[in-house]
């Protein structure tokens, strides 16, 4: 496996934390990472209860990949999330919302006591500005993405194009450090599978890899606009094979290929491990 593919996931399923029997039914459903969320969809008089159920909660995890997101650093409830957080396994990631500049990573490290992996929310025009920044931080972050719906309402767009400079600067940063590439924010509406499907092959195409979903049967439609066709599959194994030396070369139907595509044909690879479906899944793309 590649050491992007070890950070890489195609699907994330938000739960809110205050649901118990909603998270329990969340670790049967085959997502990659389960994110167990503390702020947008927990009411107010909710998130006490919410951090006290976490300990509980992850017990039950087994070898479910599990993201708590906290409360942004500059609400009351952030650091008592965070102090609760830092009491769990360390394989418990943060989801941080909200990143405006590397000191709001530092603060989250220091609350935290560790180096316990940071998966930061990019939610705000100056967060958009200070991107690069931001993913260059180095471990413990481990991926930058863009909340799309606070990005939204900050910019007061409605036109879903607005927002593509905004997202090829979160792909942009998060390649440039080094970083797995983005997963995409949640598809708001959980009826329309069609539209969810369309955005979902359109992120691809546009450097993302995987994507959050708010509702169960969004995973499916994700994992399916994710996974490569069998074509792309065999050209990308023909590209490690060919430039397994480091030559150029050319593929039988002409195109030429060279050492810099060997990069993304292993994602096409790790992607499709990834995308099979859960209990099938083996082997690795190197």
């Known amino acids: 496996m590649t050491p992007a593919?070890?950070?890489?996931?195609?699907?994330?399923?938000?739960?809110p934390a205050d649901r118990p029997e909603r998270v329990a039914k969340a670790f049967t459903l085959g997502a990659d990472v389960v994110i167990m969320?503390?702020?947008?969809?927990?009411?107010?008089?909710?998130?006490?209860?919410?951090?006290?159920?976490?300990?509980?909660l992850v017990s039950a995890r087994g070898e479910q990949r599990v993201q708590v997101r906290v409360n942004a650093v500059d609400t009351e409830y952030a650091a008592a999330d965070l102090a609760t957080v830092a009491g769990l396994d360390t394989d418990i990631e943060v989801r941080l919302p909200k990143v405006e500049s590397p000191q709001t990573i530092d603060e989250v490290r220091r609350l935290l006591g560790g180096e316990r992996p940071i998966h930061a929310l990019v939610e705000t025009a100056i967060g958009i500005e200070q991107a690069f920044d931001i993913a260059r931080y180095g471990p413990p972050l481990a991926s930058i993405g863009l909340g799309e719906a606070d990005l939204r309402s900050a910019l007061g767009v409605s036109d879903d194009r607005a927002l593509e400079w905004a997202?090829?600067?979160i792909v942009v940063a998060a390649a440039a450090a080094g970083l797995p590439a983005p997963a995409q924010s949640p598809y708001l509406n959980v009826r329309d599978l069609v539209g969810l499907s369309e955005s979902s092959q359109t992120g691809r195409s546009?450097?993302?890899?995987?994507?959050?979903?708010?509702?169960?049967?969004?995973?499916?439609?994700?994992?399916?606009?994710?996974?490569?066709v069998t074509e792309e599959v065999v050209r990308a194994q023909a590209t490690l094979d060919r430039l397994a030396h480091g030559a150029v070369d050319v593929l039988d139907d002409g195109s030429f290929i060279d050492p810099a595509m060997v990069g993304a044909a292993?994602?096409?690879?790790?992607?499709?491990?990834?995308?099979?479906?859960p209990g099938t899944r083996s082997g690795s793309a190197s």
């Open 167 to 169: 997202r090829g600067r």
């Open 37 to 56: 969320d503390l702020e947008d969809a927990v009411a107010p008089e909710a998130k006490v209860a919410a951090r006290s159920a976490l300990p509980a």
């Open 5 to 15: 593919a070890r950070e890489l996931a195609v699907t994330y399923l938000y739960v």
């Open 206 to 228: 546009h450097g993302f890899v995987g994507r959050c979903a708010i509702h169960p049967a969004q995973l499916a439609p994700i994992r399916a606009a994710y996974r490569p």
């Open 266 to 277: 292993r994602r096409v690879l790790d992607l499709e491990r990834l995308t099979r479906e």
